[in-house]
């Protein structure tokens, strides 16, 4: 049986990301946040644009002003007056100065802005006491970014300040991955859609929507299966429609050791070359990954971004599959610990695929049989700059979803240890994720 990071190694070394000249997508600015740049964005522009003010104030010559002082005030002559958008008439000469607002355009021959604050204003007349800083609040043209340099990295998550990056170099179109497609099934002759009545002995098939909710919250398209009952010919025929056309596939349910686990069996039969069958952690120890190879790229036909771009023939991808144990919290950690990561190195993100594991302090004594690395689940919040873990309450079984719908967080408690103390250090991985 692997262990946890060794596990962890092995599915990212799996991963083959998208690739950043077939799976590419146009989309518009106002459609772009959350999705990952393919390609690096090059400035046509000069940051700033032009040479501007940084103050309300006055455009001076530094020289004028170099004498002044208290007793001994120059005298300048305002001759204009240059609000934002405004493009500046007239030239700065020696004796004279220009009223400027912030952001506005420097006037030739001006090179120094003086804040109004240290000016007295007298009619057309301004009087300057104290001596600015040779070029003091001016942002001159090109002084952040220029023209030719890359503004932002291929691999870029887009985040607002991202987004207004572009639209600052007027890019009103980018090139990003096109999602992954994730296709999810669930297995268990148990299982009905949440709208059925249930019948003695059925349970809702809650998987499908939680996997659902993460794999959108990844930023990645869901395709949802439904449910697959336990045989070998029905699972067989939707895990090859969902590997024909998606990116990786999860399935919940059917990997144990039971007399209708057939989920392993059919991977074997359809070639899938079957990598781990079993992680040391809790909850979660039955989990499947294998992966299926020589498959095209059948569900997707982006243009190139450049029309002149050589795509060579089609490639074969291969397609990982995640067969995750039904137990729905089981469910959910195997998630947050192995599928996540793999989707983030499938989606085109360059790197930081693993998931956050952040310190803090248990406020409860934690408990493990030290065998498996075990993921106990609750809230983690801040208490004066330090994370403070709160087991919740109620049965840590891993068919009990209730408590787990108000926890934030899972304290982990490595393989060897057997227990925390209240008041102890330990690692906490935050399940929740930054919405795309
Ligand atoms: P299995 O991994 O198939 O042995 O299932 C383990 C437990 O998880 C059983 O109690 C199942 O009824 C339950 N289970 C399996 N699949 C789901 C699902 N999709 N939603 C909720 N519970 C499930
Ligand atoms: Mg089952």
């Given at each position: 049986?692997?262990?946890?990071?060794?596990?962890?190694?092995?599915?990212?070394?799996?991963?083959?990301?998208?690739?950043?000249?077939?799976?590419?997508?146009?989309?518009?600015?106002?459609?772009a946040m959350g999705r990952?740049?393919?390609?690096?964005?090059?400035?046509?522009?000069?940051?700033?644009?032009?040479?501007?003010?940084?103050?309300?104030?006055?455009?001076?010559?530094?020289?004028?002003?170099?004498?002044?002082?208290?007793?001994?005030?120059?005298?300048?002559?305002?001759?204009?007056?240059?609000?934002?958008?405004?493009?500046?008439?007239?030239?700065?000469?020696?004796?004279?100065?220009?009223?400027?607002?912030?952001?506005?355009?420097?006037?030739?021959?001006?090179?120094?802005?003086?804040?109004?604050?240290?000016?007295?204003?007298?009619?057309?007349?301004?009087?300057?006491?104290?001596?600015?800083?040779?070029?003091?609040?001016?942002?001159?043209?090109?002084?952040?970014?220029?023209?030719?340099?890359?503004?932002?990295?291929?691999?870029?998550r887009l985040t607002a300040?991202?987004i207004?990056?572009?639209?600052?170099?007027?890019?009103?179109?980018?090139?990003?991955?096109?999602r992954?497609?994730?296709?999810?099934?669930?297995?268990?002759?148990?299982?009905?859609?949440?709208?059925?009545?249930?019948?003695?002995?059925?349970?809702?098939?809650?998987?499908?929507?939680?996997?659902?909710a993460l794999v959108q919250q990844a930023g990645a398209?869901?395709?949802?299966?439904?449910?697959?009952?336990?045989?070998?010919?029905?699972?067989?025929?939707?895990?090859?429609?969902?590997?024909?056309?998606?990116?990786?596939?999860?399935?919940?349910?059917?990997?144990?050791?039971?007399?209708?686990?057939?989920?392993?069996?059919?991977?074997?039969?359809?070639?899938?070359?079957?990598?781990?069958?079993?992680?040391?952690?809790?909850?979660?120890?039955?989990?499947?990954?294998?992966?299926?190879?020589?498959?095209?790229?059948?569900?997707?036909?982006?243009?190139?971004?450049?029309?002149?771009?050589?795509?060579?023939?089609?490639?074969?991808?291969?397609?990982?599959?995640?067969?995750?144990?039904?137990?729905?919290?089981?469910?959910?950690?195997?998630?947050?610990?192995?599928?996540l990561?793999?989707?983030?190195?499938?989606?085109?993100?360059?790197?930081?695929?693993?998931?956050?594991?952040?310190?803090?302090?248990?406020?409860?004594?934690?408990?493990?049989?030290?065998?498996?690395?075990?993921?106990?689940?609750?809230?983690?919040?801040?208490?004066?700059?330090?994370?403070?873990?709160?087991?919740?309450?109620?049965?840590?079984?891993?068919?009990?979803?209730?408590?787990?719908?108000?926890?934030n967080?899972?304290?982990?408690?490595?393989?060897?240890?057997?227990?925390?103390?209240?008041?102890?250090?330990?690692?906490?991985?935050l399940t929740r994720m930054a919405a795309t």
């Amino acid at each position: 049986m692997l262990i946890a990071k060794h596990a962890e190694e092995l599915i990212l070394s799996l991963v083959q990301p998208l690739s950043s000249l077939r799976d590419v997508e146009m989309v518009d600015l106002p459609a772009a946040m959350g999705r990952i740049l393919a390609h690096a964005v090059t400035s046509t522009l000069d940051f700033p644009h032009w040479d501007n003010s940084a103050m309300d104030g006055y455009a001076v010559r530094f020289t004028d002003v170099q004498a002044c002082s208290v007793e001994h005030p120059t005298v300048l002559e305002v001759v204009e007056e240059i609000p934002a958008g405004y493009l500046p008439q007239k030239a700065i000469d020696s004796g004279q100065a220009a009223r400027i607002l912030t952001g506005s355009m420097m006037p030739q021959g001006a090179d120094t802005v003086v804040m109004q604050e240290e000016v007295q204003r007298d009619g057309t007349q301004v009087l300057v006491r104290h001596v600015p800083k040779p070029q003091a609040f001016v942002r001159h043209r090109a002084s952040f970014y220029q023209a030719g340099e890359i503004l932002l990295p291929a691999g870029l998550r887009l985040t607002a300040p991202a987004i207004a990056v572009l639209a600052a170099a007027q890019c009103i179109h980018v090139w990003v991955y096109r999602r992954p497609r994730v296709a999810i099934l669930s297995t268990g002759n148990e299982l009905v859609p949440p709208d059925q009545p249930l019948q003695p002995g059925q349970i809702v098939d809650s998987n499908q929507y939680a996997l659902a909710a993460l794999v959108q919250q990844a930023g990645a398209e869901a395709v949802c299966l439904g449910v697959v009952p336990d045989q070998p010919e029905a699972l067989q025929d939707v895990i090859n429609q969902a590997i024909a056309t998606s990116d990786l596939v999860i399935s919940s349910g059917g990997v144990s050791v039971g007399d209708y686990d057939y989920v392993d069996r059919t991977l074997a039969d359809l070639g899938a070359e079957v990598h781990i069958r079993a992680v040391a952690i809790k909850p979660g120890k039955p989990l499947t990954v294998a992966s299926f190879s020589g498959y095209k790229t059948r569900f997707s036909d982006p243009p190139a971004p450049d029309s002149s771009t050589d795509l060579g023939s089609e490639p074969y991808r291969a397609v990982l599959y995640f067969g995750l144990p039904g137990n729905p919290v089981s469910a959910l950690v195997t998630f947050w610990r192995f599928v996540l990561p793999a989707l983030q190195k499938l989606a085109g993100q360059p790197k930081e695929w693993e998931p956050e594991f952040i310190l803090g302090r248990s406020r409860h004594a934690l408990t493990s049989d030290g065998k498996r690395e075990t993921y106990l689940w609750g809230q983690s919040i801040l208490v004066q700059g330090e994370y403070e873990f709160s087991l919740s309450t109620g049965s840590h079984s891993s068919g009990n979803l209730i408590n787990l719908a108000q926890a934030n967080s899972l304290a982990v408690i490595p393989v060897g240890q057997t227990q925390i103390a209240a008041g102890d250090r330990l690692q906490i991985m935050l399940t929740r994720m930054a919405a795309t």
